[in-house]
């Protein structure tokens, strides 16, 4: 065992054991899903995406649905990020302050480009589903 390894070893020992409760997990998972479906930026995307999906469920177009489940998912990983980063941002430094406007900007890219991804994949999926029905 090298000096290091044995560190990290007598480091995770200390370590207090926390009890794995699935339960409290899905509460802060829902919890942070709350923060987010309340936010209007997010809320309106969710309402443009569920009736496509519901529609390529019910037409039984599985790989349409699983590019919408994956664009939005994406969508909505990115903005969750993005809202983190940018609270997190602005509990650190409550003043302007250049550094941080870079992080936030960066952060927005990142959600700007999940969002033009979600939206060019949901209008390819709406044209195709509509020449299914017509």
Same mark, same amino acid.
């Given at each position: ?37 309340? #936010? ?49 941002? #602005? ?44």
């Amino acid at each position: 065992m090298t000096a290091s390894s044995f560190l990290i070893y007598k480091f995770m020992h200390k370590l207090p054991k926390s009890k794995y409760d699935p339960i409290k997990k899905l509460k802060v998972i829902f919890s942070g899903l709350h923060f987010a479906v309340s #936010d209007f930026s997010v809320a309106y995307k969710l309402v443009l995406s569920v009736p496509v999906f519901i529609l390529s469920f019910i037409l039984q177009q599985w790989i349409d649905f699983t590019l919408i489940l994956l664009a939005t998912g994406m969508m909505l990983v990115a903005e969750l990020l993005n809202s983190a980063i940018e609270i997190l941002c #602005d509990f650190v430094q409550p003043r302007k302050d250049m550094q941080i406007g870079i992080i936030k900007d960066i952060a927005a890219a990142a959600a700007g480009i999940s969002i033009f991804v979600w939206a060019a994949t949901l209008i390819l999926e709406v044209s195709h589903l509509w020449q299914k029905i017509i």
